[in-house]
C-alpha cells in the first residue's frame, strides 16, 4: 500500500512540533547545568567555610614559639613593635615575674621573690594593689623617687633590698638583757602553749601591757572570727595571737641555736631581741614559728597577720619581716 504524500499543511505542522521538541530539551540541559554549577559553588563555599571553623579550634603552631627573635636564621623573624615590646616588659610584668623569681640572699641563705612579703611591702608603698598592676608600680616608683631610686616602678634587688633595710632600720637596736625588776610572768591563757615553763613565759611591763591593748583591739574585730569570752578576752580555746615565745636568756637562746644549727643568722640570732623581753613570737597560723617557705605563704595570707600588718603599729609593735610571728615594742 503506498504511503498517502503529506499535504504542505500537514509538512509545516509535523517541522514545528520537531522544534518545539528540540527547544524543550536545550532548556532542560541549560536548566541542569546552572544547577549543577550552582551547586558545585554552594559547596565551595560550605567547604571553605569548614575550612575556616576548623581552622579557628585548631591550636596554632607557632603559639608556643617566641613572639619575637632575632635569630638570623629564624625561618619567621618576626619582631614585637615598639608598643608590644613595651607592654611585654612594661612595670607590671616585670614585678610579676620578680615576685617568685628574684633570686637574692638574707641571714646566709639563698631567697627566690618577694611573694611573702607583699603584704609588708603594700603597707609600705600605701597601697592595696597587686604587684602584677600599673598601680602597684606607680606606688613602687613614687617610694623610689622619695629615696632617690631610679623612679622606674620595677621591684629589682637594689630597691628590694633598700625596702628590707628600711625594715631592719625600724627595729629596735638595743638588746640589753632584761632585769628581773623590768620583767613580770604572764599567766598561761596568754601562751599558745599553757604549759609552758614560768621563766619561759617572763615578759618585759610595758610591752605586755601594749600587748593586751592590741589583742583586745583585736578581739573587738569580728572580721577575724577570733573566740573571745564575755570580758572580750581571747578565749582559752582561741590559738590566733597567742603568745609563743617572750624573753629568753642567752643561755636559752644558745640552747636553741644548738637544736636547730641550720636556721642561720635570719632565724634564731645570736643577740636577740628576745634578750629584752620586748619581743614576741605570736600565733598567726600554720606551724608556729617555721621558716619553711610554704609556711611562711600560708602565714603571710592569715587575716590575723594581715591586721598586725596595718594595725600593730598602733600600739607600738613593729614586724621583722623574715618571721611573720615576730614582733618588737618599742616604747614611745
Known sequence: MKARPLSHLNFITLMLSLLAATMASLACVARDEGVAKNEAQLNVARTTSNANDAKAFLPDANANAPIATTNANSATNETLSPLENSAMNSP?????????????????????????????INQLLGTDKNPDTKEFADALARWQRSNNFTANGIL???????????????????????????????????????????????????????????????????????????????????QYLKIISAFRSPAYQDQLRQQSPNSGTAGLAKNSPHFTARALDLYVGGDPVSTDDRNRALQTQTKVYLWLVKNADKFGFTPYFYEPWHWEYQPR
Open 156 to 238: 629589682d634587688t637594689d630597691t628590694l633590698l633598700h625596702i628590707i633595710n628600711v625594715w631592719q632600720t625600724r627595729r629596735s637596736k638595743d638588746h640589753t638583757i632584761a632585769t628581773p625588776e623590768q620583767l613580770m610572768t604572764a599567766p598561761p591563757s596568754d601562751f599558745y602553749a599553757p604549759s609552758r615553763p614560768e621563766e619561759l613565759r617572763q615578759v618585759e611591763s610595758q610591752t605586755y601591757a601594749a600587748y593586751k591593748r592590741m589583742v583586745a583591739a583585736a578581739a573587738s574585730d569580728r572580721s577575724l572570727g577570733l573566740a573571745v569570752t564575755r570580758n572580750g578576752e581571747l578565749a582559752a580555746s582561741e
Open 92 to 120: 607590671a610584668q616585670q614585678n610579676a615575674r620578680l615576685k617568685t623569681e628574684l633570686v637574692w640572699t638574707f641571714g646566709g641563705k639563698q631567697q627566690r621573690g618577694w611573694y611573702l612579703y607583699v603584704p609588708l
